[in-house]
C-alpha cells in the first residue's frame, strides 16, 4: 500500500501562502489547551523552540532528552550562525533571495513553499533570540554584526562568536525552564524514546527508558512531536555527537512514517583529518573559516611527497606552486561555494593524487594571506578559539602553518517526511529540524540548520500542531492501558532480551566500525551503483552478523551504555540499507549525492529534473523487506531549475 | 530570622567582608599607634591612657570584640556549611589548581592561629591595662615588677624582651599577613566591588596592606626585642 | 604509550566505590582522553567485564556533558579545555593515571563517572531567562547594545555548565555557574528588565539545593574550561546585594 501523500501546501502566490495557510487552520482556545499533552521527542534548537512555546500557549508538554541536560542537544555544537533575510548590510539581500539561495543550494529538490516560509520567518528568530539575551556579535554602533557563509553574495550570517548554537540553544533552553518553572512543560532527561505508540492510525504517546534505572516508561499524548537530529552517525566517524542517534526517527518510520530521501547526507569540508583507527570522532573547523582562509594543495607532484615525507613544510611552497582550486574552478564564489561543492572539489583533488598528508586525504585551509591583509590581531578575535582548538588537536599552530582539513559526514538532509504542517504521514506526529526532510533539499548551506530547527519551533508548529489537535478537544486523557501501548511496550522488552541473550564476540562498536566502512567507502562522497549494490548486500550481511554475534554486557535494568548503543546501532543497520537503496534509486547526482555515472564534463554533479524531482518516500515493510517507494512531485512553479553555477 | 546577612550565602559573605574590613582598619590604627612606642614611651603612655577605661573606649573595646566574634562565627558557621557541601566521599587525589593562592584556601586555619595569637596579646596587654582599670586597680605584677595600667610602653618593653613572646609575636604577624593578602582583596570581590582591570590592583593593595602591616608591628617586636637584648651596644 | 588508570567504579548511587586499577597498551599521542577510555571499554566488553561508564557528547567542548577529575584536576591537565579536549600527548608513556568522578553533595554519582547535575537545571529554572513569550518581541535592532558590553555578555555566556566549578571549589559553591549566567543576562538591556529578581531567586536556589559559599579562591576559574572570570561573581554579589538593599 503506497502512501497517499498530501503535501497540504497552500494555494496563491509564494509569499502568500504561510499568512494565508495560517489564517486558514484552527486554533485551540486557551481553555481547552490545558487539556491536551505533547510529548516532545529532543531539546535542541527545534525540541527546546518547540516544547518552550507550546508550554507558553498553555498546552501540558512532556520533553525528553537522552543527555542529562537539555542544554546538551547537539545544536550547542554549531558554531558559525544563523542566517536571517535582515539585509542590515544593506546589499540587496531579501527574503526571496534567502529563499533563493536555499532553494538553489539544495539543488532544487526541497520544496518551494516550505522554503519561502523558512525564509519569511528568518527575520522574527533573530528578533526572538536577541529578545531572550543571545548575545550575538555587533558592531561599534551597537547594532548587530554579520558575515559570510557559503553558497551567499551576501552577508546575513548572525553569529555569537565561534558558538552561536550554544548561544541559540542557550535561549531555548532558557524560554524552556521558563515554562518547566512555570509548570507547563516537564522535563525527562537521560529518557530515550524506543518507541512510539500508534492506535488507530494516529500517534498516542511513545514508549521510553529511563536510561539512569533502565526502566521502561509509557508515555501517552494527544499528539507527539520528533524533533530528535539526524543521523549521521550510521558513518560511525562524523562530526555528530557521540550520542546523536536516529533512532526517534527510524521508529516513526517502522511504525508506518514516510521516510524521505534517506541518502541525502552533507559531507562537510572543513574538518580535521582522521588520524588514525583509533578515533571516534571527527572534529568541525567552522565554515566562517572559509570567509578568510583559502584552500589549496601544492601543483606539482614532487612537493606532495616531499610534503608527505616531511622534508618541507607547507609555508615553503612558493605562490606560484599552490594551486587554490576553489578559487581557480569557481571564481565567483571561490572558496565560498556550498558545501558539496567543496567537498567534492577536496575529494577530486586528493582522488588525482594531490592529498597532502600521510593518507593523502587532506588539502590546506590557509590564513597567510588574511593575515598579510587583517594583521594576526584581527585573525585571532575572529578565529582565535578555532585556531587554539586546532592546535590543541594536531599540535599546528594555524597561525604558522595552514590547517589540514578534509571532508567529513555533518548533516543530514533526508528525514522523516512531513507535510506543510509538518506532520508526518501518521495523524498526531510531527517532525520539525533535522529529523525531517523538508527544508534543505539535497544540500543544506551553513547557518542554515539552527534557522530551520529555531522556525520549526518557535513559529510553524506552534501554529500548525493546533489544526490537529482542535480535534481533540473532547478527547480524553490518552489511556496508556491499551493494547497497543502493551504491544509497544512488549516489543521493546523483548528487543532489549534478545539483545542482552547473544552474548556474542563482537562489542557493539566493532560491528559499528564496521557499518561505517562500508557506508563511508561505498555510500560516502562519491557512489555508483557498483558501489550501492555492494553496500546494500554487505550492510545485509553484517546486521545478521550483528543479531548473531554481538556482545552487549551489563544489566538491562541499569545504568548500560553498551545497551543504548546496542539498541541504537540495530536501527542503523537498517537505516544504512535504507540510506544505500534510496541512493541507489536516484540514478542523478543533486546536491550532496553524487553519482559518478552522472556527472557534467567539468566534473559537475548533473541533474535528471524529468525523472527525479521528486521526494523520494520510504514506507517500511519488515527489517529484511524491501521498503515500497512513494514519490511526492516537487513543482516549482516560482524558480527556475538550472544547472547551479558557482562560477560566475 | 529572615534576613539575607544571615540566611543567604552572599549575605553572609557579605558579613564576613563588613566585619573584616572594619579589623583591618582598626589594626592599621593599631599599628600606626605601636610604632610611637619606637619613638617615644612618653606619646605611646598618651595614647595609652586616652584608651582606658573611659566610655569611648570601652564602647570601641565592646564593638571590636563583637567583630571578632561575628568574624569568626561566621567563619564557622561558612566553613561548615561548605564541608557538608563538599559531599562526603572526597577526592583521593588533589592537585593546586594554577594561580590560586595558598592562604585563600587555608583562610580559617589562619584565622584560627591569628584568633590564638589575640588571645595571648590580650592576655599580655589588654589584660594588664583596661582590664585593670575596668576591675577598678591602676597597676597590675608584671614579671615580678608593677607596671601602671596607663604604662604600655613599659609593658612592650618587657614583653619583647623575652625571646619566646617575639617568636610567638612574629608567628602570629606572620599568620595575619597570610590571611591578609587573601582577606583585604576578597573583601572588595564579595561586597561586589571588584573586575578584571581592578583584581591586579587590588591584589596588589592587598599585598601592600598587609605588608605594611606585618612591617609595622614587626617592627616594634624587633626593635624591642633588640634595645632590651643588647642595650649596651645601641 | 601504556598507561595505568586507576578508575572510581560505583555500581550506582547507593552503592559504595572504590577505586580499580586497569592498563592500557599501544595508544597513540594523538588519541584523545576519551578516545583512550573508549579503548580501555571495547577491551573490557571483550572481556565481559561491565565498561566504565563516563558522560561525554559532543567531543568538542562545547556541550557540557564529559565531567572527570583527573589526577586531581577538574578536566585534567591544562587550562581552558573540557576532558574531550585532552589529548594523550598531554601524559608521559608509563604514568598512572587516577580518574574519578565530580565530587559535591550537590552532583550524587549515578554509576563510575557519571553524576547527577540536575541542581544545575534547578536553579536555572528559578530565573535564569528572560521572560518574553515567542513572537511578541521588537526588532532585533530595536535597541543597540555597546559592543562591550555585549562582548561581555558573551564571556559569561560561554558557560557550558559543566559543573567543574562546583566539583573544583574546596567549598562546592556553585558561584561561578550562577554568576555567568546572572551576568551575561545583566549586561544586556533585554535581561537588566528582571535582573533582580534572577539574581534573588538564583542565589536562593543555589542555597537550597545545598552548594557551598563562595571564599573567593579562584580555583573555579582556574579549572573553568571556557576560562570564565570571577569578575562574573563580583557582579553577582553586585546584583544581589543591590537587589536585597531595595528590598
Known amino acids: 500500500m503506497a502512501f497517499k501523500l498530501d503535501a497540504k501546501i497552500p494555494a496563491g502566490a509564494l509569499a502568500d501562502k504561510w499568512s494565508n495557510h495560517k489564517a486558514a487552520i484552527k486554533v485551540v482556545s486557551p481553555a481547552n489547551k490545558r487539556k491536551l499533552d505533547i510529548i516532545v521527542i529532543g531539546t535542541g534548537l527545534g525540541g527546546g523552540a518547540a516544547a518552550a512555546s507550546l508550554g507558553e500557549l498553555g498546552y501540558n508538554v512532556k520533553v525528553f532528552c537522552i543527555q542529562d541536560s537539555p542544554r546538551r542537544a547537539h545544536s550547542i555544537a554549531a558554531q558559525g550562525g544563523i542566517n536571517a533575510a535582515k539585509n542590515y548590510q544593506n546589499d540587496n539581500d531579501s527574503v526571496y533571495r534567502l529563499f533563493y539561495d536555499t532553494i538553489k543550494g539544495g539543488d532544487y529538490r526541497a520544496r518551494e513553499a516550505n522554503v519561502y516560509r523558512l525564509a519569511e520567518v528568518s527575520n522574527l528568530i533573530i528578533d526572538q533570540c536577541v529578545a531572550q539575551g543571545v548575545p550575538f556579535?555587533?558592531?561599534?554602533?551597537?547594532?548587530?554584526?554579520?558575515?559570510?557563509?557559503?553558497?551567499?553574495?551576501?552577508?546575513?550570517?548572525?553569529?555569537?562568536?565561534?558558538?552561536?548554537?550554544?548561544?541559540?540553544?542557550?535561549?531555548a533552553y532558557a524560554a524552556l525552564n521558563k515554562e518547566i518553572a512555570a509548570g507547563t512543560v516537564k522535563s525527562y532527561p537521560r529518557h530515550e524514546m524506543l518507541?512510539?505508540?500508534?492506535?488507530?492510525?494516529?500517534?498516542?504517546?511513545?514508549?521510553?527508558?529511563?536510561?539512569?534505572?533502565?526502566?521502561?516508561?509509557?508515555?501517552?499524548?494527544?499528539?507527539?512531536?520528533?524533533?530528535?537530529?539526524?543521523?549521521?552517525?550510521?558513518?560511525?566517524?562524523?562530526?555528530?555527537?557521540?550520542?546523536?542517534?536516529?533512532?526517534?526517527?527510524?521508529?516513526?518510520?517502522?511504525?508506518?512514517?514516510?521516510?524521505?530521501?534517506?541518502?541525502?547526507?552533507?559531507?562537510?569540508?572543513?574538518?580535521?583529518?582522521?588520524?588514525?583507527?583509533?578515533?571516534?570522532?571527527?572534529?568541525?573547523?567552522?565554515?566562517?573559516l572559509r570567509n578568510d582562509g583559502r584552500i589549496w594543495v601544492p601543483k606539482k607532484i614532487e612537493d606532495v611527497k616531499a610534503l608527505r615525507a616531511g622534508k618541507i613544510k607547507p609555508s615553503d611552497i612558493k605562490e606560484e606552486d599552490r594551486d587554490y582550486y576553489l578559487e581557480r574552478r569557481y571564481p565567483a564564489f571561490g572558496n565560498l561555494v556550498p558545501r558539496d561543492v567543496a567537498s567534492r572539489a577536496a575529494k577530486e583533488r586528493c582522488d588525482a593524487g594531490f592529498g597532502v598528508n600521510e593518507t593523502g586525504l587532506a588539502v590546506f585551509l590557509d590564513f597567510k594571506t588574511a593575515i598579510e591583509r587583517?594583521?594576526?590581531?584581527?585573525?585571532?578575535?575572529?578565529?582565535?578559539?578555532?585556531?587554539?582548538?586546532?592546535?590543541?588537536?594536531?599540535?599546528?599552530?594555524?597561525?604558522k602553518e595552514p590547517m589540514q582539513i578534509f571532508p567529513a559526514v555533518h548533516y543530514t538532509m533526508g528525514g522523516i517526511w512531513v507535510d506543510y504542517n509538518l506532520m508526518t504521514t501518521i495523524p498526531g506526529l510531527y517532525a520539525i529540524g533535522e529529523a525531517n526532510f523538508s527544508d534543505?533539499?539535497?544540500?543544506?548551506?551553513?547557518?542554515?540548520?539552527?534557522?530551520?530547527?529555531?522556525?520549526?519551533?518557535?513559529?510553524?508548529?506552534?501554529?500548525?500542531?493546533?489544526?490537529?489537535?482542535?480535534?481533540?478537544?473532547?478527547?480524553?486523557?490518552?489511556?496508556?492501558?491499551?493494547?497497543?501501548?502493551?504491544?509497544?511496550?512488549?516489543?521493546?522488552?523483548?528487543?532489549?532480551?534478545?539483545?542482552?541473550?547473544?552474548?556474542?564476540?563482537?562489542?557493539?562498536?566493532?560491528?559499528?566500525?564496521?557499518?561505517?566502512?562500508?557506508?563511508?567507502?561505498?555510500?560516502?562522497?562519491?557512489?555508483?551503483?557498483?558501489?550501492?549494490?555492494?553496500?546494500?548486500?554487505?550492510?545485509?550481511?553484517?546486521?545478521?552478523?550483528?543479531?548473531?554475534?554481538?556482545?552487549?554486557?551489563?544489566?538491562?535494568?541499569?545504568?548500560?551504555?553498551?545497551?543504548?548503543?546496542?539498541?541504537?546501532?540495530?536501527?542503523?543497520?537498517?537505516?544504512?540499507?535504507?540510506?544505500?537503496?534510496?541512493?541507489?534509486?536516484?540514478?542523478?547526482?543533486?546536491?550532496?549525492?553524487?553519482?559518478?555515472?552522472?556527472?557534467?564534463?567539468?566534473?559537475e554533479a548533473l541533474r535528471h529534473d524529468e525523472e527525479f524531482a521528486y521526494a523520494a518516500v520510504w514506507e517500511y515493510k519488515g527489517m529484511d523487506q524491501e521498503p515500497e517507494l512513494t514519490k511526492e512531485m516537487l513543482d516549482y512553479e516560482f524558480t527556475h531549475r538550472a544547472q547551479r553555477n558557482y562560477k560566475d | 530570622m529572615n534576613c539575607f546577612l544571615y540566611n543567604s550565602s552572599v549575605g553572609k559573605k557579605l558579613v564576613m567582608s563588613i566585619s573584616g574590613c572594619a579589623l583591618v582598619l582598626f589594626i592599621l590604627f593599631h599599628m600606626s599607634m605601636n610604632l610611637a612606642a619606637i619613638f617615644s614611651a612618653e606619646a605611646y603612655n598618651m595614647i595609652c591612657e586616652l584608651l582606658g577605661a573611659n566610655w569611648y573606649a570601652l564602647v570601641g573595646t565592646a564593638g571590636l570584640a563583637a567583630l571578632v566574634v561575628v568574624h569568626f562565627a561566621y567563619a564557622l558557621l561558612l566553613t561548615i556549611n561548605n564541608y557538608r557541601a563538599r559531599g562526603k566521599q572526597r577526592y583521593a587525589v588533589e592537585t593546586k589548581e594554577p594561580g590560586v593562592s595558598w592562604a585563600s584556601k587555608n583562610m580559617l586555619v589562619l584565622g584560627v592561629i591569628v584568633l590564638g595569637g589575640l588571645l595571648l596579646h590580650l592576655s599580655h596587654f589588654w589584660a594588664k591595662m583596661q582590664l585593670v582599670e575596668i576591675l577598678g586597680g591602676h597597676e597590675s605584677e608584671v614579671g615580678g615588677q608593677m607596671i601602671a595600667a596607663t604604662d604600655g610602653a613599659a609593658l612592650i618593653q618587657y614583653t619583647f624582651s623575652q625571646w619566646y613572646n617575639v617568636v610567638l609575636y612574629l608567628v602570629w604577624f606572620a599568620a595575619l599577613w597570610f590571611h591578609l593578602t587573601h582577606g583585604v582583596w576578597s573583601m572588595f570581590q564579595t561586597a561586589g566591588w571588584a573586575n578584571d582591570t581592578w583584581y591586579p590592583r587590588l591584589k596588589c593593595i592587598a599585598q601592600l596592606v598587609s605588608t605594611i602591616i606585618f612591617l609595622g608591628f614587626a617592627a616594634v617586636v624587633v626593635v624591642f626585642f633588640v634595645k632590651a637584648n643588647c642595650g649596651c651596644c645601641c | 604509550m601504556n598507561f595505568t588508570?586507576?578508575?572510581?567504579?560505583?555500581?550506582?548511587?547507593?552503592?559504595?566505590?572504590?577505586?580499580?586499577?586497569?592498563?592500557?597498551?599501544?595508544?597513540?599521542?594523538?588519541?584523545?582522553?576519551?578516545?583512550?577510555?573508549?579503548?580501555?571499554?571495547?577491551?573490557?566488553?571483550?572481556?565481559?567485564?561491565?565498561?566504565?561508564?563516563?558522560?561525554?557528547?559532543?567531543?568538542?567542548?562545547?556541550?557540557?556533558?564529559?565531567?572527570?577529575?583527573?589526577?586531581?584536576?577538574a578536566h585534567g591537565p591544562g587550562q581552558a579545555a573540557t576532558t574531550c579536549q585532552i589529548y594523550m600527548r598531554k601524559f608521559k608513556d608509563g604514568d598512572t593515571i587516577t580518574i574519578e568522578p565530580w565530587r559535591s553533595a550537590a552532583f550524587p554519582v549515578i554509576k563510575d563517572l557519571v553524576v547527577n547535575r540536575g541542581a544545575y537545571d534547578q536553579i536555572l529554572q528559578a530565573g535564569g531567562y528572560v521572560s518574553v513569550r515567542t513572537n511578541s518581541v521588537p526588532d532585533a535592532n530595536a535597541i543597540p547594545i555597546p559592543k562591550a558590553d555585549a562582548d561581555e555578555s558573551m564571556d559569561a555566556a560561554a558557560c557550558i555548565g559543566c559543573g567543574a566549578c562546583a566539583a573544583t571549589c574546596k567549598n562546592g559553591s556553585a558561584m561561578l555557574f550562577v554568576a555567568a549566567r546572572v551576568s551575561s543576562l545583566a549586561k544586556l538591556p533585554q535581561g537588566r528588565v528582571e535582573g533582580a529578581r534572577r539574581a534573588k531567586a538564583m542565589v536562593a536556589k543555589m542555597d537550597e539545593l545545598g552548594f557551598g559559599n563562595c571564599t573567593n579562591t579562584g580555583a573555579c576559574q582556574a579549572e573553568c574550561p571556557k576560562g570564565i572570570s570571577i569578575a562574573h561573581i563580583a557582579r553577582l554579589n553586585r546584583e544581589f546585594l543591590a537587589a536585597k538593599l531595595q528590598d
Not at chain 1, 207 to 234: C, D, K, P
Not at chain 1, 257 to 283: E, Y
Not at chain 3, 41 to 70: Q, T, W, Y
Open chain 1, 440 to 603: 534543505h533539499g539535497a544540500n543544506r548551506l551553513g547557518a542554515s540548520a539552527l534557522m530551520q530547527g529555531l522556525a520549526d519551533g518557535y513559529f510553524v508548529l506552534p501554529y500548525t500542531i493546533g489544526d490537529y489537535l482542535s480535534k481533540k478537544i473532547q478527547a480524553p486523557k490518552v489511556d496508556v492501558n491499551t493494547p497497543a501501548f502493551d504491544e509497544a511496550e512488549k516489543a521493546v522488552k523483548d528487543k532489549i532480551a534478545k539483545l542482552m541473550s547473544i552474548n556474542g564476540k563482537q562489542s557493539v562498536d566493532d560491528i559499528h566500525k564496521k557499518l561505517g566502512h562500508i557506508m563511508w567507502e561505498n555510500v560516502g562522497m562519491a557512489r555508483t551503483e557498483q558501489s550501492l549494490k555492494t553496500a546494500i548486500t554487505e550492510i545485509q550481511a553484517l546486521r545478521k552478523e550483528f543479531w548473531k554475534d554481538v556482545k552487549v554486557v551489563g544489566d538491562p535494568m541499569s545504568f548500560n551504555v553498551e545497551l543504548e548503543k546496542a539498541l541504537r546501532l540495530a536501527d542503523y543497520l537498517e537505516l544504512g540499507e535504507l540510506m544505500a537503496r534510496d541512493a541507489l534509486n536516484r540514478a542523478e547526482s543533486c546536491g550532496g549525492h553524487f553519482r559518478s555515472e552522472h556527472q557534467t564534463e567539468e566534473g
Open chain 1, 195 to 288: 518507541d512510539v505508540v500508534v492506535e488507530n492510525g494516529e500517534a498516542k504517546g511513545i514508549i521510553a527508558r529511563n536510561l539512569v534505572t533502565g526502566e521502561i516508561e509509557r508515555h501517552g499524548a494527544h499528539a507527539v512531536v520528533i524533533a530528535s537530529g539526524g543521523y549521521g552517525n550510521v558513518f560511525f566517524l562524523s562530526t555528530n555527537a557521540m550520542g546523536s542517534n536516529g533512532s526517534a526517527a527510524f521508529q516513526c518510520y517502522r511504525k508506518g512514517a514516510g521516510f524521505a530521501n534517506p541518502c541525502f547526507t552533507q559531507i562537510h569540508p572543513t574538518c580535521i583529518p582522521v588520524h588514525g583507527t583509533q578515533q571516534s570522532k571527527l572534529t568541525l573547523m567552522s565554515e566562517s
Open chain 1, 137 to 171: 556579535a555587533r558592531e561599534y554602533g551597537g547594532l548587530l554584526a554579520n558575515r559570510s557563509f557559503g553558497g551567499a553574495q551576501v552577508s546575513r550570517t548572525f553569529y555569537a562568536r565561534g558558538q552561536t548554537g550554544q548561544q541559540l540553544l542557550l535561549g
Open chain 1, 374 to 399: 587583517l594583521g594576526e590581531d584581527i585573525i585571532k578575535q575572529r578565529y582565535g578559539n578555532l585556531f587554539d582548538m586546532y592546535e590543541e588537536i594536531t599540535d599546528v599552530s594555524p597561525y
Open chain 3, 5 to 73: 588508570l586507576k578508575i572510581w567504579r560505583q555500581k550506582d548511587a547507593k552503592s559504595k566505590g572504590a577505586f580499580e586499577t586497569y592498563k592500557v597498551t599501544d595508544i597513540s599521542a594523538d588519541t584523545s582522553f576519551l578516545e583512550m577510555l573508549d579503548i580501555l571499554n571495547n577491551n573490557l566488553v571483550h572481556e565481559g567485564k561491565d565498561p566504565v561508564a563516563f558522560d561525554h557528547d559532543c567531543r568538542e567542548g562545547i556541550c557540557g556533558m564529559c565531567s572527570l577529575h583527573i589526577n586531581g584536576l
